[in-house]
């Protein structure tokens, strides 16, 4: 059974970095697309980012667009988000998922994570 499992969550100021991980076990990771969203307290599950099966065409929600960035290492499969410049409204639970296509639709996307809680404090 894939699972897919989130760290590197952790309560940050803004205009700091952090990274975000996400292991990907009983499966080969370069099988799926990943793709990672966030949920916001008072807020809809929202697409932030997704990368192809080979890591190529990565694809960013407006929001997140020149602060953050996805990449896999498919030999350790894991798949990260490096978030820099982080503000307040970037605070939510974020999770990845995998699928068989790249996409921001969530329908999409057969396996998820539990989730990793950041919070950035102002």
């Known amino acids: 059974q894939v699972q897919l499992v989130e760290s590197g969550g952790g309560l940050v100021q803004a205009g700091d970095s952090l990274r975000l991980s996400c292991a990907v076990s009983g499966g080969t990771s370069s099988n799926f697309a990943l793709a990672w969203f966030r949920q916001a307290p008072g807020k809809e599950r929202e697409f932030v980012t997704y990368?192809?099966?080979?890591?190529?065409?990565?694809y960013y929600a407006n929001s997140v667009k020149g602060r953050f960035t996805i990449s896999r290492d498919n030999a350790q499969n894991t798949v990260y988000l490096q978030m820099t410049s982080l503000k307040p409204e970037d605070t939510a639970t974020y999770y990845c998922?995998?699928?068989?296509?790249?996409?921001?639709?969530?329908?999409?996307?057969?396996?998820w994570g539990r989730g990793t809680q950041v919070t950035v404090s102002s």
């Open positions: 998922a995998a699928g068989a296509m790249a996409t921001s639709l969530q329908q999409l996307y057969r396996y």
């Open positions: 990368t192809s099966r080979s890591g190529g065409a990565p």
